[in-house]
């Protein structure tokens, strides 16, 4: 399946990227792996919470997760991808065996939705979408979670380069 924003999106952090840091990237995204995170360090099935898009690791630690959603936009979907990456704690996977990543004291977890296939005339979804990040970020840091920080884009499809350009700036100023 191509997935034209998941590539975009991932093509304009890389950009953004300094050295110190790696984008660890999804199947859906141009990458070879799935990216599952884990509650602790032993990976298993009981363990196991979700799968992102996109990761950003620094210094052994997981920086930023990143959620592409291309199908739709349904609140359950949204707040059930941030709510499960928030319980987690590490990445783990087979082709880092020697290592699982714990998550860095600040976690910026971002949202991307494409607004080409949801923003309609007449909808409210973007009005929807600000409420959910407010009220999202209105509760952080939530206890025991890593995540202190939560952004959600609307992005108008893989050729909207203001809105994928926003992206990349956001996340590169909570790099630094």
Known sequence: MHHPLHFAV???LQQQLNSRSELIRDV???GKQHLPLFIGTNKGSDTRMCEVDLLIVSDGQVKVIIEIEESGFLPTKICGK????????HFIHDSRVEYAYPYDNHVLFVQVLDGS???KQGTHKDKQGKL????I???????GSKITDYRLFFVK?????AGLESVGAMVSDALT
């Open 132 to 135: 959910i990040e407010q009220k």
């Open 28 to 30: 859906a995204c141009s």
């Open 157 to 161: 499809g893989e050729k909207d380069r």
């Open 82 to 89: 941030f709510l499960q990456s928030a319980i987690a704690t």
């Open 117 to 119: 296939s949801i923003l």
């Open 137 to 143: 970020r209105s509760m952080l840091p939530l206890k």
């Open 10 to 12: 991932a093509d304009e």
